[in-house]
Every structure is written in structure tokens, then in C-alpha cells.
């Protein structure tokens, strides 16, 4: 990489030094990225714009928030009447946690149809499912800050699904309460976690990238570029793409700010909590729903957490579980049914998570935590076998201009519109 | 010449040998070190001596009505503490051991039948159970509801049914007096 690439003399003595203009002109503009990309992979840097919008609303909300159980609540209620435009802030960082999650899941169901996990993408599978889980983390914890009936129940719940571990479960729970039951010590290191895990997640992003980078992005066909015919550089073509997106993403996300900004919420948050009285009924946040389904279908509570936790562990082994060499789910017929059957199932896991554990819920919850192990575990590794895919296109080329006489491309050119 | 070779690379073998010696038991000692300076820096997680140090508490029960209960707060949770009715009393003592999930007895739960005593934490996920106040859910067998995942517990605290594994717990405790017990 010569330094005379650069024009401009400052930024020339820089780059010979510390090559950092040289490595963002590579990684930036003119790295090579499949032409045929659809705006299913935009979510990977709106995702990236989430965390730092959510790192910055957050640093500035904690120079106003005092993590103590008496002055907790009323800490966020002076953000919201009194600190400078705290409102919004606070509503950005509120409303920004449900947008960062409905992002990664599109992201990640995006990887699922188009069989991005797959070889030589697996590390990048696998560093993605521990950002899932660090933003889990991060989310729990930082809506444990407001100290409302929510948080605290939440909390409660939460950190006793560690009780459930045989011989030393209530020994972690104490150790994580640092008490006896979620009081103040919980709070203050709550806090500190909320602050450090975003930094973890900048980290593993970072590595999540240095991972993409490596091979580069996946695109709807599934196939491997053969060449530069079938990529064009990154800027300008994926910037200005990337910036469309993100003006759309940013209009939904002030709709929701302005005009339903606690619609994601619940109400009873703005209850201050009350360690002797747990709420009616007690939900979490909408983006863990799916995983709480799973944790109240089974009637075991050693077995509810194991597939809870099993949830998302299944994640880390999906590419050794998914055999077919085919990556993309337009070339595969069965799968492609079963994975809307699977995505239904993930959103019906969502809505039981909501309702009351009682009655016909609690049977729907059984079927359909069933079901997710099952497509995983069963399904997945037999259509690997039995299932006969579609050809495939030669060429990303040739499947974007649609100008061949092969089978697959027909399909393929609908696809990247 | 082909000797002195094989004696040289005897040499080197046992120099090898002392080495590896050398690198494991450095090894062992930096992990030990790391260990001791780790230990600290997890350990102040657990309670801290004035949390550990919680005093007891005294609560008179001579106000607490036939069928009704209290609520006090011990250690941060809530302490049940009910009146029972002569019914209850009968129900709870005359189930059979068989039909329960944590199996014991009423009277292994009680110091003075008439009083149930225990700490009104779910012993599934650690919400507080409905039923302490006259109109709440008391759930399918007449005693405790816990509204979060939907455990059951009779009127002596046990688990009958529902994700909890065991039946709620009995707080140590003593009567003082007729009227006056001390929790802790
Ligand atoms: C991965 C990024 C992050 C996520 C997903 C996240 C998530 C959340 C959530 C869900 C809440 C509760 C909002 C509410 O209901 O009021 C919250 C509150 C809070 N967060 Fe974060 N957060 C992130 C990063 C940060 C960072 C880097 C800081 C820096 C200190 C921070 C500081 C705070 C503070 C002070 C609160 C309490 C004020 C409030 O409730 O609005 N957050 N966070
Ligand atoms: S906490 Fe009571 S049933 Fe889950």
C-alpha cells in the first residue's frame, strides 16, 4: 500500500507511521463486497449505529443518574422533568435498546435464511451469538437502573434463574446480589456492569468484523464471487446504500421517540419498586419474551433455565448442525418452509412470553418450545440430508444480470431486488 | 565422533527435562499468583460483614385476626406470617405425605399449628406469592398463588403444583412470648 495514495501530505507522514488512512481505505472504500447485496444487509451497520448511539445516550444519562436504591428512581424521574433536555435523552437510550434488538434479530434472521453461519464464516456466526448475549446482559441490566416494579421483579427473576443450578445455585445468587436478596449492592454493581458491557461489546464487534473482513460478506445467492466482476468497491456503492438505510431506520426510531416512546415499555416501571409486593403479572422486556416462553413451558425449573439457556446455545453450534454445502435458503425448497415455520415459531414464542402461564398458553408454549429444539436438532441436520437443492447459478454475476440459460438464476434475480 | 554425539544429545535431553521442570513450575507459580490477586476481586461480591450482620427482628402477633396474615420484612424479603383457621390447620395436617412434591409434614413446618411462619419468597424464581391479603388469588389449594409462572402452595406452604421445587421456606424463629415471636 504506497502512501502517495493520499494527496494530502499531513495525512501521507500519518499513514507512513501509523498506517491507519491505508487500512481504513482498505476496509472502508475500496473493499471488494458482493454486488448483488440486498438491504437485508444493511442491519449489520445499523446495528453497529445503535451501540454507539446507545454508548453515548447512555454516558450522558449516567453524569445525572445516582445508582442507590432511595435515589434511584427519582434520579431518572429529575432526568425526565428537570435535566436539560434529559427527556430525550433518556427516551433515546429507552427506545434505543428495543431498536438495537430488533436490528440484530433481523441481522441474525437474515443469517439464518441465507446460511451465513456456514463455512468459512463460523467464527463470525459464533462471535455474533456472544454479542447477542453480552447485549442481553448489557439490556437486563441497564433496565434494572431505573429501580421501578419492573426492574425490580426483573432482577429478581432473573438472577435467580442461577438458584436453579444443582449444590452451589444459591451461593451464586447471593454472590451476585451481593446479599440476600436484590438490594442496594445489586444496584451499585449492576451499574458498573452497565457501563463496562457496551465497551466488551465495541470489542467484539471489532473482532466480529476483523472475522467478516476475512472473507468478506456473504450475499443472497450464496455462492463466492469469481472474481472483480462480481464485486465493486465498498464506497461508494455500500455507503450510500448504508446511509439510505440508515435515514429510514433513524425516521422510524424519532417516530417512536416523539410519539410512542413508552409503547415498548411497561407501565408498571414508572411504579418505584417494592420489595414485599410482586406485580400481577410480571413480564420482561419484549426482546427477551421468546427466551422467558421457553423458560416457563417447561415444568421443571432446573429444566426450564437448561432450555433457556439451551435457546441460545443451540446458536453457537448451528454450522456444524446445518451440513448442506448450499448457503443460501433460495436455493434450498424445504428449508426455505421450514424456515418461515421457524421464524412463525419464534414469533409465537414471543407472543406466548407475554400472556399468563395458565391454560391453553402454557400447552401452546410446550409445542412451541418444541418446535425450536426441534428444528434445530432434527430438522436442520436431516434436510442436510434428504433435501435435493435447486442449481446454482455460476456466477454472481450472471445471476444479477439474469442473461444465462441456468436454472437457478430465475429465482436468484427475484431475490435481489 | 558418533559418541560424543549421542552423549551431547543425552545432555541435551536432560537439559531439556530441567527445563521443562522450569517452565511448568513457573507456570504453577504465576497461576497461583494470579489466582491470590483474582481472589479479592471476586470474592467482595459476596455480602459485606454489615449486610452479613442483619439483625433480628420482633413481631407481635397478638392483632393478627383468625384467617388473616401479616407481612414483615426480614433480611430485605417478606416474612408471612398467618393466622390459621381450624380448617386449614385440618386440611394441612391431613394430607398424605405421597401427594406432595417436597414431602413434609404440617407439624415439621410449625412451632404453634395455629401460626405459619415463612419467608414469602417463590422458591422458583423468587417472586412474593398472592394470597396474604383476603380477595388475592390464593390458587388451587388454598393457601399461596404465585402469580409469576403459576406455582401453588396449600395452606402450609407446600408446593402442590406448578415450576417451584420445593415448598416455601421456614425462617428460624422463636416464640418469646404467647404473642411475641423473634424472626432470626
Ligand atoms: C449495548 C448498549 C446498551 C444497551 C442495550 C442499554 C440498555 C439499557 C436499558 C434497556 C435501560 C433501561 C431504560 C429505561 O427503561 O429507563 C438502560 C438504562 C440506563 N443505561 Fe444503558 N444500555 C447500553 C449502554 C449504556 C452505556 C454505555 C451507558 C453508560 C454509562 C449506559 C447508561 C445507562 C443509564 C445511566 C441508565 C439509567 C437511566 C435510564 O433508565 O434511562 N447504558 N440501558
Ligand atoms: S417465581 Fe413463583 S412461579 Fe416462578
Known sequence: ?417 | MAKINTSKQEDTQVDGRRRDFIVVASYAMAGIGAAAVAWPLIDQMNPAADTLALASIEVDISKIDIGQSITVKWRGKPVFIRHRTEDEINIAQSVELSQLKDPQLDVDRVSNPKYLVMIGVCTHLGCVPLGQKTGEIKGEYDGWFCPCHGSHYDSSGRIRKGPAPVNLEIPPYTFETESLIKIG
Open chain 1, 1 to 417: 500500500m504506497s502512501a502517495d495514495k493520499f494527496s494530502n501530505p499531513v495525512v501521507r507522514w500519518i499513514d507512513h507511521r501509523l498506517p491507519i488512512f491505508s487500512f481504513m481505505d482498505h476496509e472502508l472504500n475500496e473493499y471488494p463486497t458482493p454486488k448483488n447485496l440486498n438491504y437485508f444487509w444493511n442491519f449489520g451497520s445499523l446495528a453497529g449505529v445503535s451501540l454507539v448511539i446507545m454508548i453515548v445516550t447512555g454516558i450522558v444519562l449516567a453524569m445525572s443518574y445516582t445508582p442507590h436504591v432511595d435515589y434511584a428512581f427519582q434520579s431518572v424521574e429529575r432526568i425526565m422533568r428537570d435535566v436539560n433536555h434529559g427527556w430525550l435523552l433518556r427516551y433515546i437510550h429507552m427506545n434505543g435498546a428495543s431498536f438495537f434488538f430488533i436490528v440484530v434479530f433481523i441481522h441474525i434472521f437474515r443469517g439464518l435464511y441465507y446460511g451465513s453461519y456456514k463455512a468459512p464464516r463460523e467464527l463470525l456466526w459464533i462471535l455474533g451469538v456472544l454479542i447477542l448475549l453480552l447485549m442481553m446482559a448489557t439490556a437486563f441490566m441497564g433496565y434494572v437502573l431505573p429501580w421501578g416494579q419492573m426492574s425490580f421483579w426483573g432482577a429478581t427473576v432473573i438472577t435467580n434463574l442461577f438458584s436453579a443450578i444443582p449444590f452451589i445455585g444459591d451461593s451464586i445468587v447471593t454472590f451476585l446480589w451481593g446479599g440476600f436478596s436484590v438490594d442496594n449492592p445489586t444496584l451499585n454493581r449492576f451499574f458498573a456492569l452497565h457501563y463496562l458491557m457496551p465497551f466488551l461489546i465495541v470489542g467484539v464487534v471489532i473482532l466480529h468484523l476483523v472475522a467478516l473482513h476475512r472473507f468478506g460478506s456473504n450475499n443472497p445467492i450464496g455462492i463466492d464471487p469469481s472474481g472483480p466482476q462480481d464485486t465493486v468497491p465498498f464506497h461508494p456503492y455500500y455507503t450510500i446504500k448504508d446511509f439510505f438505510g440508515l435515514s429510514v431506520f433513524l425516521t422510524l426510531f424519532a417516530a417512536a421517540i416523539f410519539f410512542f416512546p413508552n409503547f415498548m415499555g411497561h407501565p408498571d416501571n414508572y411504579i418505584p419498586a417494592n420489595p414485599m409486593q410482586t406485580p400481577a403479572h410480571i413480564v420482561p422486556e419484549w426482546y427477551f419474551l421468546p427466551f422467558y416462553a421457553i423458560l416457563r413451558a417447561v415444568p421443571d425449573k432446573l429444566g426450564g433455565v437448561l432450555a433457556m439457556f439451551g435457546a441460545i446455545a443451540v446458536l453457537f453450534i448451528l454450522p456444524w448442525l446445518d451440513r448442506s454445502p448450499i448457503r443460501s435458503g433460495n436455493f434450498r425448497p424445504i428449508f426455505k418452509i421450514f424456515f418461515w415455520v421457524f421464524f412463525a415459531d419464534c414469533i409465537a414464542l414471543g407472543y406466548l412470553g407475554g400472556m399468563p402461564a395458565e391454560g391453553i398458553y402454557v400447552v401452546l408454549s410446550r409445542v412451541a418450545t418444541a418446535w425450536y429444539f426441534l428444528h434445530f436438532l432434527v430438522i436442520l441436520p436431516l434436510l442436510s440430508v434428504i433435501e435435493t437443492p435447486k442449481p446454482l447459478p455460476q456466477s454472481l454475476s450472471k445471476s444479477v444480470l439474469g442473461g444465462s440459460a441456468m436454472a437457478g438464476a430465475a429465482s436468484a434475480v427475484k431475490e435481489k431486488v
